[in-house]
């Protein structure tokens, strides 16, 4: 008995102390387990943040790389504007660069940084592979830095590089700062390379390696907790009086490490709640029918955007994707899982448990599932809307634009749909626009939009293509049809009257029309030809439409205009014009040399002569008179320079002006400068004007002829005796000679009339000291009729034809 408590002391010693070893070998194991759990979820959440941070700053470089406009006034300034707003928005992003195709440093937000930047071929210094689209790497001058670049593509052509330079200790430093009072160390490494270590990692406790991808690179995170997990059990062994002292102190710890490890799971929250993405972390688990997946986790925003049952903690994708009949993502999510390739879209409204009408939607695999993240971008979508509708549309009239209708009338062509493109011009536009201002025309031309819209179907196609020009398409109607419709509109055009400002406005239209469907060439060539219809209709007396026939003569006859119209500027360009002289023959004076009146001549690509009745029209309508003027006054003044020794048998070389050149400031110092230039006597050169062209501006005439004459020259006045006003004006035209026109003489011998005109001619220009020129002398008859007349040259066929330059100046070099 008396060993029995000693026994039972003895017992009771050793289950006491069996107690105590067996607790604190047993909070010995739990310590260390709860360290190693503590490290692993530290380093989980550490990754997952990080991984979703990348994420978002490589989605916001490649939308900007990806939202990069195809023109732009200033390409730096529409960089440099997102360029600082997205460091502002994003954390670490310490700098972005903006590269040309050779890599060189065309703007930076650090002006520091540009300026080490403009000295070093940036993707050269990196390593970066020729054509690559993209790279992340670590400069060699900057261990703590990291680099993201991305290839600009414009059209389908590099167009250059941005750069991203993240700080990895700011970025780490978000993440990490409270890790040091924690108690724990950690190292984050790329392969072998340190990027940010804190404390120094010991053998004494397990070591949790964690794996993530950041911004394209594999990192590796590793996390120790520090304390000595068998520090309690050796105290509760050793000091078995402080027994409950030490539980209460390891129950302490054991609470504050909870706490600890909550305040690590709210600091991951708080970063998650700030981004501007809704964000759901999915962990991987098995399925009935394949791998499935439990959502763990989801952020402040991710509440806002979803309804709350989308959003239960364990909630199944699969079960979820099924109820909003999505099987679709579903796959795609275990698509990414398998290949780990992100998936990202852009997506309207799926369901209305989601309040947003557009979404951003990207996945991207962690290490236990997936990460989703996604964004309301409604506003962003509407906006582009906004931009391709004012990227397509007539800003004035709401109509298609040109570049619009191109693309649908293309679609439409590559159809068995058929119809008719009609090509409209509106008339007196430009005279209510000159008159009454740009205002009146933008108002004339709203109201014109809304009569061509009138009676369209859904498949006809409306658009502004010029300033007074639109272009209509009616879609899978007959010619019948299209003529009905067209009689209707021109009707309803010369109905309408355009009231502006007290006064009254009557438009109308012409309109060229060209069958689509059957044998027909291109978009261009059906534009051009619709073109040439309006212009065929306008010569027809406007308000009106022409059906454009390919084979009809009329385009034909237009074609050769145009035609004949590039065969002239090609002349100008190529001096591929000729000189022609015809003699003009003393009659009843004393030849004093040779007088000539020089004659332009064009060949065509044949070698074929043009006729001048067909160019010079042209020229004049055309506006080149006064360009093809210059070029005969200096042409013809270069070639008698060149034969000085026959100079002086020349008495007079006749040069005819046009209207427009007669009324052009600038054509009288010209000439001056080029009888300066190839000391030419000015007593040589003789220009003839017509009467039409000298009365047209009477004043301007005048003092031409005046400013000429002071200096030598003389003047002829062509084709007299055919205005109706002709004996009027000349005595006001300061003319030397005058010319009779041919259709008095070449019939004169015949007919008693024409032979008084001529005289009576031939009399007053004698009266008032003129000499007169007949024209178109037929033969030595009419000659002896014109001496007896008193008219002292004579011009034509009957006293000799047209020839060659060098036909009267055989010595003339090629010019």
């Known amino acids: 008995m008396q060993r029995r408590p000693a026994l039972v002391a003895s017992i009771a010693t050793v289950v006491i102390m069996l107690s105590i070893l067996a607790v604190a070998f047993y909070l010995g194991i739990s310590n260390q387990k709860t360290s190693e759990i503590k490290a692993r979820t530290v380093a989980q959440q550490v990754s997952n943040a990080l991984e979703i941070m990348a994420a978002d700053r490589v989605r916001a470089l490649d939308d900007l790389v990806g939202h990069w406009p195809v023109a732009s006034a200033n390409e730096i300034d529409w960089f440099n504007v997102r360029a600082v707003t997205l460091a502002k928005m994003l954390p670490g992003l310490r700098d972005l660069a903006l590269l040309d195709r050779q890599g060189h440093v065309l703007w930076s937000i650090d002006p520091h940084n540009r300026k080490q930047l403009l000295r070093q071929h940036l993707p050269t210094l990196l390593g970066v592979p020729s054509g690559a689209t993209t790279a992340v790497l670590y400069p060699p001058d900057r261990p703590q830095s990291l680099i993201v670049m991305r290839a600009i593509s414009m059209q389908g052509k590099p167009h250059g590089y941005v750069a991203a330079f993240f700080d990895i200790n700011t970025i780490l430093g978000v993440y990490t700062s409270e890790l040091d009072a924690g108690g724990l160390s950690f190292l984050m490494q790329d392969g072998d390379a340190v990027l940010h270590q804190s404390g120094?990692?010991?053998?004494?406790?397990?070591?949790?390696?964690?794996?993530?991808?950041?911004a394209g690179r594999r990192w590796h995170f590793s996390v120790q907790s520090q304390s000595d997990s068998w520090q309690t059990s050796w105290w509760l062994a050793g000091i078995g009086s402080l027994i409950a002292l030490c539980i209460g102190l390891l129950l302490y710890r054991q609470f504050a490490k909870d706490a600890q490890v909550r305040r690590f799971q709210q600091l991951y929250q708080s970063a998650a709640d700030a981004s501007l993405d809704a964000i759901l972390l999915l962990a991987r688990c098995p399925g009935q029918d394949g791998p499935d997946f439990l959502l763990q986790h989801s952020n402040k925003v991710a509440a806002q955007l979803c309804d709350a049952s989308l959003l239960l903690a364990g909630q199944s994708l699969a079960l979820l994707c099924k109820e909003l009949s999505a099987n679709w993502f579903f796959r795609r999510c275990v698509d990414v899982d398998q290949t780990g390739e992100p998936f990202e879209a852009v997506l309207p409204q799926p369901s209305g448990l989601i309040?947003?009408?557009?979404?951003?939607?990207?996945?991207?695999?962690?290490a236990q599932g997936l990460a989703l993240t996604f964004r309301d971008v409604s506003r962003?979508?509407?906006?582009?809307?906004?931009?391709?509708?004012?990227?397509?549309?007539?800003?004035?009239?709401?109509?298609?634009?040109?570049?619009?209708?191109?693309?649908?009338?293309?679609?439409?062509l590559t159809t068995t749909q058929g119809g008719a493109l009609c090509y409209i011009d509106m008339d007196q536009f430009k005279h209510i626009n000159d008159s009454c201002g740009h205002l009146a025309g933008d108002e004339l031309l709203r109201n014109v939009a809304s009569l061509l819209s009138i009676d369209l179907h859904h498949a006809d196609i409306l658009a502004r293509v010029g300033g007074d020009e639109f272009c209509l398409v009616l879609a899978g109607r007959n010619m019948s049809a299209v003529s009905t419709h067209l009689q209707q509109l021109l009707s309803r055009i010369a109905a309408f009257r355009f009231s502006w400002e007290q006064q009254i406005f009557t438009i109308?239209?012409?309109?060229?029309?060209?069958?689509?469907?059957?044998?027909?060439g291109s978009l261009t060539d059906l534009l051009k030809a619709a073109d040439s219809g309006c212009y065929l209709a306008k010569n027809q007396g406007r308000n009106r439409y022409f059906i454009v026939d390919a084979d009809g003569p009329e385009l034909n006859h237009l074609q050769q205009q145009r035609q004949l119209l590039s065969l002239l500027h090609t002349a100008l360009d190529e001096h591929r014009f000729e000189l022609y002289a015809q003699p003009i023959v003393s009659l009843?004076?004393?030849?004093?040399?040779?007088?000539?009146?020089?004659?332009l001549r064009l060949r065509d690509s044949d070698g074929a002569m043009v006729s001048p009745a067909l160019f010079i029209p042209l020229a004049e309508q055309q506006g080149l008179m006064g360009l093809i003027d210059r070029w005969v006054i200096r042409r013809v003044l270069q070639q008698l320079a060149a034969t000085p020794a026959q100079l002086p048998m020349l008495d007079k070389i006749a040069i005819n002006l046009s209207g427009p050149s007669l009324s052009d400031p600038d054509l009288l110092p010209f000439i001056q400068q080029q009888l300066q230039l190839f000391a030419i006597p000015a007593a040589k050169i003789c220009f003839e004007i017509t009467e039409t062209a000298a009365i047209t501006n009477m004043a301007a005439?005048?003092?031409?002829?005046?400013?000429?004459?002071?200096?030598?020259?003389?003047?002829?006045?062509?084709?007299?005796?055919?205005?109706?006003?002709?004996?009027?004006?000349?005595?006001?035209?300061p003319v030397d000679y005058l010319k009779i026109d041919g259709s008095f003489v070449k019939a004169m011998t015949q007919?008693?009339?024409?032979?008084?005109?001529?005289?009576?001619m031939a009399d007053i220009a004698r009266s008032m000291q003129i000499q007169t020129i007949a024209e178109f002398v037929p033969d030595e008859a009419t000659c002896v009729l014109l001496r007896s007349i008193g008219v002292h040259y004579g011009q034509g066929y009957g006293l000799g034809h047209p020839a060659p330059w060098q036909t009267f100046f055989p010595q003339t070099a090629t010019l």
């Open 751 to 760: 007919n008693a009339t024409d032979a008084v005109m001529v005289r009576a």
């Open 588 to 599: 009843s004076v004393p030849p004093q040399g040779l007088h000539l009146e020089v004659l």
């Open 508 to 520: 109308g239209a012409s309109i060229g029309v060209v069958a689509l469907g059957g044998e027909q």
């Open 200 to 214: 120094t990692l010991s053998g004494s406790a397990p070591v949790v390696r964690q794996p993530l991808d950041f």
């Open 380 to 412: 962003e979508h509407a906006l582009q809307q906004q931009i391709r509708y004012q990227a397509e549309h007539d800003q004035l009239t709401g109509l298609l634009n040109r570049y619009a209708f191109e693309q649908r009338l293309a679609a439409l």
């Open 355 to 366: 309040h947003a009408s557009w979404l951003r939607l990207q996945v991207v695999k962690s």
């Open 701 to 733: 005439a005048n003092r031409f002829i005046d400013s000429l004459r002071q200096i030598g020259c003389k003047f002829a006045l062509d084709d007299f005796g055919v205005g109706m006003s002709s004996f009027a004006y000349l005595k006001h035209l």
